[in-house]
């Protein structure tokens, strides 16, 4: 691992997106997003300087590892729930800048990156339900059915969708993936009926092959419905031992991977 002082970390938050390699790039975002890991850099200095240098950056690996780490670990597990509307507010400010860079149509990879992190982040349904309407980004692109299910999940979580624009969405796309999609959904619905549903499809029943309890599992958890779910939170550890005992290696793999409520760690959690 590499590690930098605090003489050449200083330069580094000032000059990181002026370096010229993007291999260079790759390896100090690296030993940033280790240090956040191991607890030796504070998690809003990673943030701090993804939003400086990472709207400028034109590397796509890097556009995507960085964001992925930022919402998906950072913004979900390591920050606590008074800081988090703060960092999604910093990664919305992000992908826009991104959006606003990329709208001379160069750059449609990394526009499609910060199109999937900004529904992703959104802490208001507005602009990705008008997204969801219309069927496109403004300046592009079009949605296709990932984007879709993408947003139609995001506004799950938010509340701001129902099971009949679900059923009207699966109904639009009834392949395999809009199968799963609607799964992920319905799990992310901020409903104690729905959340019951799912948790009784993943655990209680054998019907949901590995495909469709991944979704489901991936819907389920969500740190905007904390309090909704705080009950299963206990119920994993034993649940999880009992359904991949029953189910097998594969099931075991998605419910250690997926269905583990990684935002609720605490010591409770650490002890059980």
């Not at 002082?5 to 100090?28: H, K």
């Not at 409903?191 to 799912?198: G, L, S, T, V």
Request: with cysteine; net charge negative; proline share 7%.
């Amino acid at each position: 691992k590499i590690r930098f002082d605090t003489a050449s970390f200083e330069p580094l938050r000032t000059s990181l997106s002026g370096l010229p390699d993007p291999l260079t790039r790759a390896v100090v975002w690296n030993a940033l997003r280790d240090a956040v890991r191991d607890g030796e850099l504070p998690p809003a200095a990673y943030l701090e300087t993804a939003r400086a240098h990472l709207p400028r950056e034109t590397d796509l690996a890097v556009a995507e590892g960085v964001l992925a780490f930022a919402a998906g670990q950072l913004a979900d597990q390591y920050l606590t729930p008074a800081e988090r509307p703060a960092a999604l507010a910093t990664l919305t400010s992000l992908c826009r800048d991104l959006l606003r860079r990329t709208e001379d149509g160069d750059h449609p990879g990394l526009r499609l990156i910060a199109v999937r992190h900004l529904i992703d982040v959104a802490a208001h349904p507005e602009t990705v339900a008008a997204w969801l309407a219309d069927g496109t980004v403004p300046g592009g692109p079009e949605l296709d059915p990932e984007l879709r299910w993408r947003i139609l999940a995001r506004l799950a979580v938010l509340g701001a969708t129902d099971e009949d624009a679900i059923a009207a969405e699966l109904a639009r796309d009834p392949s395999a993936t809009g199968q799963e999609g609607a799964a992920r959904c319905r799990a992310a619905l901020p409903d104690p009926e729905a959340k019951r549903a799912a948790w009784e499809a993943m655990f209680a029943g054998d019907d949901l092959s590995n495909y469709l309890f991944t979704a489901t599992a991936q819907g389920f958890w969500q740190p905007e419905q904390a309090e909704l779910v705080r009950e299963y939170v206990p119920r994993f550890y034993a649940d999880a031992v009992a359904v991949a005992a029953r189910r097998g290696p594969a099931i075991a793999v998605a419910a250690g991977r997926y269905a583990f409520p990684a935002y609720a760690v605490d010591a409770d959690a650490l002890r059980l």
